[in-house]
């Protein structure tokens, strides 16, 4: 039977109409089951903090359990690998950070490429890295600090929860620009980095602000300085490394993303339930309570923010020719 132009038009205009129900559908009785979200640190560290928080806030919002799945090792690359193999229906969500986007450059033999393969849902938390150091070490500034490093060079070590998170090159880019030599020490997350600093196994970290802001609070560590261009609301007393290193500026982000071809509905859900809660002053007191602040947006904005910061972070990995071990 042959159909006449304006028969095949209506029809292609009802396929089109009910495609359309579909994904709506679809969005709105989304989650039908629970949903896990791979976070590529250990428990404890800010990236686990936060996304914690906002899986919380998920399962409440949304019915069914947002399930946090620790897949700690190679700065954060084999939780994104889980993710990036795994079905693209909403159900295998990635944490997303720093040290995803520093991976790329620092990584040669990747079996994916995040900005490729990851798609951005919602950006929800920012936050300062503070320098700090044990509470018995001699330097209490950071001219201090630079000098002491000067005379004894490549005799410090420094901290980080592993090579290629925002810690270890936010450190790897103050060596850059102080021009002093400090040994990477990675640790198997932030918990283990923080103890090593106590017990002075180490003797400086930049680590995220939330991770270490009770350490600070009880005096366990010192805080020399904070690498945000403007002091933190949570530490106002304790400068910017800019102030000391001109130019000098790092933060910590953390997000969520999902399986490229990740229906498009669904990820604009996701984004709409996250910024909703981060608009809820309960939520914006508990950030600010850790040291961090609310850093929402649109899909499509954290998807222009990952491309800057991985261009940014290229250089440094680039001109600190740090390596992945």
């Known amino acids: 039977m042959k159909l006449q132009r304006r ?37 404890g560290g800010g990236q686990d903090i936060f996304s914690r928080l906002v899986a919380q806030w998920l399962s409440e919002r949304l019915g069914q359990s947002f ?10 690359t084999i939780a994104a690998e889980v993710a990036v193999r795994a ?17 790329t450059t620092l990584y040669d033999n990747l079996k994916f490429d995040f900005i490729r393969d990851i798609a951005p849902v919602a950006s929800f938390a920012l936050a300062p890295l503070v320098m700090e150091v044990p509470s018995t070490f001699p330097a209490r500034t950071v001219p201090e600090f630079i000098a002491y490093a000067k005379a004894n060079p490549g005799k410090l070590n420094m901290a980080s929860p592993g090579t290629g998170s925002g810690v270890h090159l936010s450190g790897e880019l103050f060596k850059m620009m102080a021009g002093v030599s400090l040994i990477h020490v990675s640790y198997r997350g932030a918990p283990a980095a923080a103890t090593g600093l106590i017990a002075e196994q180490v003797h400086v970290m ?22 945000t261009a403007t002091p933190s609301k949570a530490l106002p007393d304790v400068p910017t490394i800019g102030k000391f290193v001109p130019g000098y500026e790092a ?10 071809n990740t229906p498009p509905e669904i990820i604009e859900r996701l984004n709409r339930e996250i910024n909703a809660g981060l608009a809820s002053p309960v939520m914006e007191a508990r950030f600010a309570e850790l040291g961090a602040t609310v850093f929402s947006g649109s899909a499509g904005h954290f998807k222009k923010f990952l491309a800057e910061e991985t261009e940014k972070w290229a250089k440094v990995v680039k001109f600190s020719g740090a390596k992945a071990e």
């Open 67 to 76: 399930i946090i799945e620790n897949r700690p090792g190679a700065g954060g």
């Open 87 to 103: 079905p693209a229906d909403g159900y295998t969500l990635l944490s997303v950070a720093n040290s995803n986007v520093i991976s």
């Open 206 to 227: 930049f680590d995220n602000l939330p991770n270490s802001i009770e350490y600070i609070r009880s005096g366990k560590v010192r805080a020399l300085a904070v690498t």
């Open 7 to 43: 028969d095949f038009l209506q029809l292609a205009t009802a396929a089109a109409a009910l495609s359309t129900v579909s994904r709506v559908a679809r969005a709105q009785t989304y989650p039908t089951r629970p949903v896990r979200i791979i976070v590529g640190f250990a428990p």
């Open 251 to 260: 933060s910590s982000w953390w997000g969520l993303g999902a399986p490229k």
